[in-house]
Each structure stands twice: as structure tokens, then as C-alpha cells.
């Protein structure tokens, strides 16, 4: 058994419809604080009380005020909430999310008393460019600036390359350890953070992602809105 954490961001891709099979059928599975689910914000009350986490996908960065359409960090608070997403690659490019706001999102979670899932990923021209090292750094200090060394701890730092998400390749285990090795490096203070792994997951890949030493988890997007799917992952990392 390990305490690794699987997270699953159902997006915006469930209707209300199919959200009473889809709880049936994962409430057999995920069992204990260390499997989220993080479904679309509006259908979070159909999830109220149960035996693993639920999770917001964003955040308002203030916490009250005129922000038609936000949710404050308290507010997911007071609804049992547990985890929020903040600074997923689907935000900074659809929404123009800057290194700011997502610093501020990050610093108003904490306040609150939601653990932070902060994604943080290069593009693949970052990638052929060799920038790899240089953006996660820029994203991750930019995200963190402000955060006390005491609450790094709660800070779950989700690497997920851009170009990995919802395109069926995956990061090769070699590279998850080096970024893992390589963030670790940046300061004393990161050997705090949790790391995760996102970017095409699935129930036949997590065989060999579970073997990378130092991951602490998973954030699995599409393959988490399949119960049966999302089911088999939790089962092999609760397992391993
Ligand atoms: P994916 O998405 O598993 O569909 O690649 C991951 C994510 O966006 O968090």
C-alpha cells in the first residue's frame, strides 16, 4: 500500500445526467483522503460526504467582492472542499492566467486552508527549444513567491507537460525523475513540495509511471471521467 495521491479533473466534461452512475460506480473504489475528485464546480454538492476528497479545478484570487461568475477559497471551504487546481495549462492559455494570478490564487488557497494542486508545465516548443528547466522554474518560483516555508508541505506541484494533456504520449519516466530532481535542487525549502504527474495517464501507462521513486501522485484528466478506467488507475497505485 502507499500513500501516493490520485487526483482526477473531470473538467467540463460530465452533465448531471451521468453523475449519479459515474458516483455508484467509484464509490466502490476510492477509498481515504489521498484519492480526489475534482468535478465540474457546479455538481460538487452531489459529492457531499464522501469516503475520499473532492476538489475545486480553480479558485477566485480574492476572496470576496463584485466577481460575477468566481468562487472564493472559503466558499469551496464551507462546501467540504478539500483540494483546488490551480494554474492548469487549459487556465493560463483559455483564461490568459498569468504567473500573478496564480500566485495570488495559490496565497489566497493556503489562507484559506484548501491544499493546492499547482500545474506547471512547458510547451513543446519549450521543449525541443531546451527551455524545459528554464519555464518550470519561472512558473514554479513566480506561483510560490510569498508562500511560508511552513505551508510548502500542503503544496502539491503537479508537473504536466502541455504537450502531454489529452494527447496520448506521456512524459518517459527518466524525464519525470529529472524535473522532480531538478525542482528539488532549486532551493532546500522545495524538498517540502509533493510532486505529482499529469499529461495522459492511463490504466495501461501508470505500470511503468508508478515506478518513477520520487512522484507522490497522479492527476489524470480524460481517463478519470471513465469510472471503470479511473477505478483500475486508483487500484494500481493503492495497491503498489
Ligand atoms: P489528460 O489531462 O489526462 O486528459 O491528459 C490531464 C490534465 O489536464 O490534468
Not at 464509490?27 to 475528485?37: L, R
Not at 477559497?73 to 495549462?89: F, L, R, T
Not at 528554464?134 to 500542503?154: C, F, H, M, R, Y
Amino acid at each position: 500500500m502507499t500513500n501516493r495521491i490520485v487526483v482526477g479533473n473531470l473538467k467540463m466534461k460530465m452533465f448531471k445526467k451521468d453523475i449519479a452512475e459515474y458516483i455508484n460506480i467509484i464509490d466502490k473504489y476510492a477509498f481515504g483522503k489521498n484519492i480526489v475528485i475534482c468535478p465540474t464546480s457546479l455538481y460538487i454538492p452531489f459529492f457531499d460526504n464522501k469516503s475520499y476528497s473532492i476538489g475545486m479545478q480553480n479558485i477566485c484570487h480574492q476572496n470576496i467582492g463584485n466577481f460575477t461568475g468566481e468562487i472564493a477559497a472559503n466558499q469551496a471551504i464551507s462546501m467540504g472542499v478539500k483540494y483546488v487546481i490551480i494554474g492548469h495549462s487549459e487556465r493560463r492559455n483559455n483564461f490568459n492566467e498569468t504567473d500573478e494570478i496564480i500566485n495570488q490564487k495559490v496565497i489566497e488557497a493556503i489562507n484559506s486552508g484548501l491544499n493546492v494542486i499547482l500545474c506547471i508545465g512547458e510547451t513543446y516548443d519549450d521543449k525541443i527549444n531546451h527551455n524545459t528547466f528554464e519555464v518550470l522554474n519561472k512558473q514554479l518560483i513566480k506561483a510560490l513567491k510569498g508562500v511560508p516555508e511552513s505551508k510548502l508541505d500542503t503544496i502539491l506541484v503537479a508537473y504536466e507537460p502541455v504537450w502531454a494533456i489529452g494527447t496520448n504520449v506521456t512524459a518517459s519516466t527518466l524525464e519525470i525523475q529529472s524535473i522532480i530532481e531538478y525542482i528539488k535542487s532549486l532551493s532546500t525549502d522545495f524538498r517540502h513540495l509533493k510532486f505529482l504527474y499529469g499529461g495522459s495517464v492511463n490504466e495501461s501507462n501508470i505500470y511503468s509511471l508508478i515506478e518513477v521513486k520520487d512522484l507522490d501522485g497522479f492527476l489524470i484528466g480524460d481517463v478519470a471521467t471513465d469510472p471503470h478506467k479511473f477505478a483500475k488507475i486508483i487500484e494500481v497505485v493503492v495497491n503498489q
